[in-house]
């Protein structure tokens, strides 16, 4: 029997692609989003879905959006550091106001579960790697603070009222209908869009700063297990895919993918940005193993100690499939021919090629993707 559940920002980035599998798989599925940054084309190919607009602090909204759902993936935020960097306050209100009215709704509804939609940036300028779930937190900007805080609610519900929640703490998501328009738009959304309008690369820093890139087939086959994994309410969970890549060598995958050199335009650090995003140790048994301690949800050629492999062990009942571990490839080969997710599990990150050209914009239509 299929189940009903709240996509919030389901118009956006991760939301939409999360909309998209949840539909393929036979749920019934319900979107909540203002539209502020969420686009209605992302759920053009979705007219079954039911949407509710409104903001996420709109307590009537909410509750009208949660009535008679299973579970709920809280994907609405205000993203960005450099966002909150210039505005902390609205950042703080929608972030951590807002899931707080869903987390109250939520609870007054009987929902089973809150599936939330973290950032790995809550680690903030702490040294220590592999970054592990159990290392504390350092946030250095408003938005880490904002997410980390709404985690801390998230546990807190789940221990106060009994209303299952997990945290999934997200590393730089890339992949389709990533917007590249805004002056907050993630690295690869905007260099591709600086490059095909012949324009430098504006690279902040040195570029030597590096981050572990996620693509989003990974995030939602995350989301998807969290939602079904038993004995997990309350913990943390990181979804990222184990290697690191500076800006620069973002900046020359795409060079080589278009087949031409790329002028870049250096500028001062962005405040609040940390120099070198988590990276995280492979174990590659991780989603074949059995034993406690060693995996990750998300990409199945990236793990972590203790935590992920409650996830990585169950899926939904109705998806018998195992996926199979998979070294991510090197940046070096994004512009290259490669494999892509298949239809019922990620078994490999696709090439880095085939997702620039996904993600080039302008997107004349929203091509539905399959899980």
Do not use: W
Not at 133 to 152: C, G, M, N, Q
Not at 192 to 197: F, H
């Amino acid at each position: 029997m299929s189940k009903r559940y709240l996509v919030t920002g389901g118009a956006g980035f991760i939301g939409s692609n999360l909309v998209d599998a949840l539909v393929a798989r036979g749920d019934r599925v319900r979107v909540l989003d203002d539209f502020s940054t969420g686009r209605r084309e992302n759920l053009a190919a979705q007219p079954g879905v039911e949407v509710v607009e409104g903001d996420l602090r709109d307590a009537a909204a909410v509750r009208r959006a949660v009535a008679g759902v299973d579970g709920v993936f809280h994907q609405a935020a205000l993203r960005s550091v450099p966002r909150s960097v210039d505005d902390p306050l609205s950042s703080n209100q929608v972030n951590v106001t807002g899931t707080l009215v869903l987390l109250l709704a939520c609870r007054d509804a009987g929902v089973r579960r809150v599936v939330y939609a973290s950032s790995s940036s809550v680690y903030g300028d702490d040294p220590a790697l592999p970054k592990v779930e159990t290392l504390p937190t350092r946030p250095v900007s408003p938005y880490a603070i904002s997410k980390l805080a709404a985690e801390h609610y998230c546990q807190t519900f789940a221990r106060l009222y009994g209303l299952e929640t997990v945290s999934l703490r997200y590393f730089n998501v890339f992949g389709p209908r990533q917007n590249p328009e805004s002056k907050y738009s993630a690295v690869i959304p905007r260099f591709l869009a600086q490059a095909l309008a012949g324009e430098p690369l504006e690279v902040h820093g040195d570029g030597e700063q590096s981050r572990d890139f996620t693509y989003i087939d990974n995030v939602v086959e995350g989301n998807l297990r969290a939602m079904a994994a038993p004995g997990v309410s309350g913990e943390v969970f990181n979804i990222a895919c184990g290697t690191r890549h500076s800006l620069i060598a973002i900046a020359d995958a795409i060079a080589d993918f278009l087949g031409r050199q790329l002028p870049r335009a250096h500028t001062g650090p962005r405040a609040g940005d940390d120099r070198h995003a988590p990276h995280l140790r492979v174990l590659r048994r991780a989603l074949r193993s059995g034993r406690r301690g060693a995996g990750q949800a998300g990409c199945p050629s990236a793990t972590q100690p203790r935590q992920g492999e409650r996830l990585a062990s169950r899926r939904p009942a109705h998806r018998e499939t195992t996926a199979a571990p998979h070294r991510a490839p090197p940046i070096a080969t994004y512009a290259r021919a490669g494999r892509t997710s298949g239809s019922s599990t990620v078994t490999a990150v696709p090439s880095p090629g085939r997702l620039l050209a996904a993600t080039r914009p302008p997107r004349a239509s929203v091509k539905q993707r399959t899980m």
